[in-house]
């Protein structure tokens, strides 16, 4: 009977004990949880855009590791927390349900695709959590229509990019008549419609729309029309492979035309692609480390070799906008926490609206957010460049 | 101009569908089957050739020779693993394993071959001459040449050669034929390889006017697959020529109408050619008995 009794204390003894080991664990567990501000990230890390993943990770990275150094954020060390959306926009969303609800990230990045961010959207406004976009630049991501709008972005933007498209063709080209090639996907949609308000805004009169695909191995029938309708310009938006195949059937036509292009073509392998005309098209960026003569730009190139091994040359960090914008984002989305002085959302949200002035890679900001001014660059930020030799240099 | 410049795209795209669509061909009219791989074959042949030629810097013709060789092997490799355990117990589901086994390789190739596309230069494709005006690479003019002579060395092998005739008894009576002394794995064999050595030689091609880049054959392979029932696959005039005039009816689209007609108009010549001719335009009706 004794021992029975023994026994049974001794099984509740053990019983108590393990719930007590327990809720002392999982309150390790929560106190170290709660050590680090956590920013998630959700961009392409694997397939064919993984390099715009590497670009985004590489510029949040340096932006921690130098608000780490100065103290953290709240008393906090910050944690960059990434997910791969595989360029699809359900996965993107799963991924931003798990780093919001699960993993409780302060402030949430995008990646490069348009359609990945929109699906995002909905979601973190519903939520009410911060969103930064450094990359996608389809207008309704920041421009939402929502009544209370926790989009946040710091990169170019297609109605934006398409005004200065125009005004760049008729400055320096005396364009009267410009013809559009543009991919035939829902990018190429969003810019046909920047491009046709651009234009009317002006007075220019259109020589066409003309539609190219991934897989156009010659577009000289689309051009040859452009041609004929007597076009003086090029507006040309597609990625890389298909803006190579517009710049070779150019070469084989023999037609000298300006071509003025979204930042499509600022992949690794542009100049290898587009043959001996890939060097003429004059192309947006809202950042490069070539030809910057800026002392940030420098020091940043020094950071990013010294971090990144792997990077030797101007031509590793190619293009650099990823770069620049998720490292401007992050110290902006920094400034925001601080402001707010916790993380929540529509605290960091407000954050934001209060940020006065801060110097950055890309430009000083001053007042950058308002509840009508979610994008933090302007028309003003865009840099005309070319690609030569796989560097991006400004055009002077 | 706008016409020539059409003409000489639609002929130039138009004979590398026929090329692919060859590879069809063969294998239709050899086992009643087909490789849904050959746009995968396609890209093979240009990644391949890439390889030997530009990343590890052998001779041309050694590099080609070589990049066909694999391409043989691969066709042999989808007989044997793809088509052959399925056919042989009466299924279709070498529908599906050709498929998968293009989406395999696709992915192989973008692991090892690398994500980003890459240029493959070629002395034929660098200097445009002139031709009614209108500037035109050699080698656009050499694919429809390559086009027209492998429909015609393909016809005279199948009707004019021991080993022709072969194939032509292989697809007609199997049984009979292996009493014969025939070895009709062996043919089935040959057709598959011979279909992705077409591919591999339309990947060549193509890959210096294009880029090379592991997803650059599925929608060649689609197109093409298209232009083989537009043409008659039993027929290697007709899918030649269906896809000379599936290339031509692409371009002239585009030229006149503007490219956001052009995949409404050529998918629909389709719908309608093979409405009036259900065989297709130089297909035969295969006689089955009941």
Known sequence: ?396 | MLITSAIITGLGLGAMYGLLALGFHITYVVSNTVNFSQGSSMMLGAVLGYTFAVTLGWPLPIAILAALTICALFGLVVERFLVRPFADRGSNAWLMATVAGGIVLDNVVLFTFGKEPRNFPSPLATDAISIFGVGAYPLQLIIPVVGIAAAIVLSLVLKKTKYGKAMSAVVQKPEAAQLMGINTRFVIAAAFAISTVLAGVAGLLIAPLFNVSSGMGLVFGIKAFATAILGGITSAWGVVLAGMLYGLVEALTTAYLGSSYTQIIAFSMIIIVLFAMPNGLLGRASAQKV
């Open chain 1, 1 to 396: 009977m004794n021992i029975q009794m023994k026994s049974r204390i001794s099984r509740r003894s053990l019983l108590a004990g393990a719930a007590v080991a327990t809720v002392t664990a999982f309150s390790c567990l929560s106190a170290f949880a709660a050590e680090t501000v956590k920013i998630g990230l959700i961009a392409s890390l694997s397939g064919p855009s993984a390099k715009s993943g590497e670009a985004i990770t590489r510029g949040l990275t340096i932006a921690i590791d130098e608000i780490n150094a100065a103290g953290g954020l709240l008393g906090k060390q910050v944690e960059l927390i990434r997910r791969d959306d595989e360029a699809n926009p359900g996965k993107g969303l799963v991924a931003a349900r798990e780093l919001i609800q699960r993993e409780k990230v302060a402030v949430l990045f995008g990646g490069l695709q348009t359609p990945v961010s929109l699906a995002i959207v909905p979601f973190m406004n519903q939520i009410k959590k911060p969103f930064m976009g450094p990359w996608a630049a389809g207008t309704p991501i920041t421009k939402n229509g929502a009544k209370e709008n926790y989009i946040f972005r710091v990169s170019a933007f297609d109605a934006m990019v398409d005004v200065a498209l125009v005004d760049w063709a008729m400055k320096v080209h005396g364009a009267k008549k410009p013809g559009m090639m543009l991919i035939n996907n829902p990018w190429g949609e969003s810019n046909q419609k920047g491009l046709e308000s651009a234009m009317k805004a002006k007075g220019l009169a259109s020589a066409g729309i003309e539609k190219i695909e991934g897989s156009d191995v010659d577009v000289v029938p689309q051009l040859t029309r452009l041609k004929s309708n007597g076009a003086d310009t090029i507006f040309m938006v597609a990625n890389v492979g298909p803006s190579a195949q517009v710049m070779k059937s150019l070469e084989r036509m023999g037609w000298d035309v300006p071509v003025v292009s979204h930042w499509g073509p600022a992949g690794g392998r542009f100049s290898e692609l587009g043959g001996p005309r890939a060097k003429d098209v004059e192309m947006i960026q809202t950042f490069t480390f070539s030809g910057n003569d800026s002392p940030g730009a420098a020091e940043m190139m020094a950071k990013l070799k010294k971090r990144f091994p792997e990077i030797k040359s101007e031509a590793d960090v190619t293009p650099a906008v990823g770069i620049a914008n998720a490292y401007d984002g992050m110290h902006l989305s920094a400034l925001a926490i601080k402001n707010a002085g916790s993380t929540d959302g529509p605290a960091v949200r407000n954050g934001f609206y209060a940020i006065k002035k801060h110097v950055g890679l890309i430009k000083t900001y001053v007042n950058p957010f308002s509840a009508e001014q979610h994008d933090g660059l302007g028309p003003e930020d865009l840099v005309f460049t070319r690609f030569i030799d796989g560097k991006i240099i400004p055009i002077k």
